[in-house]
Nanobody
């Protein structure tokens, strides 16, 4: 089992930056692909960013590309999402997700491909 705990959400203004963090526990972290998804009110949960176990490969949704950066620290069992130039449409609950992939460098953006999920952290961007 893997437990994921997100932190760092809050209320910010458009154009501001925010950094989310996800702390993992329960299993060896380094073999897991880690991703961030988000869910706005009344909408389905959507993919935002993913990073492979090594940190060498990342992939972003078009809506966040160039503004968000995902990173990980395998020594600390954490994965972060740096969010810059935030927009009101970024308002959502942000979820950390994990799936064991061993040494695979493949990236997946379907939520069905992730086994473990955190409880989410709210990000609200005012205009």
């Amino acid at each position: 089992q893997v437990q994921l705990l997100e932190s760092g959400g809050g209320l910010v203004q458009a154009g501001d930056s925010l950094r989310l963090s996800c702390a993992a526990s329960g299993r060896t972290f380094s073999g897991f692909a880690m991703a961030w998804f988000r869910q706005a009110p009344g909408k389905e949960r959507e993919f935002a960013a993913v990073i492979t176990w090594s940190g060498r490969n990342t992939y972003y949704a078009d809506s966040v590309k160039g503004r968000f950066t995902i990173s990980r620290d395998n020594a600390k069992n954490t994965v972060d999402l740096q969010m810059n130039s935030l927009k009101p449409e970024d308002t959502a609950v942000y979820y950390c997700a994990a799936d064991f992939r061993g040494h695979s460098e493949s990236v997946y953006y379907s939520r069905d491909m992730y086994e473990y999920w955190g409880q989410g952290t709210q990000v609200t961007v005012s205009s």
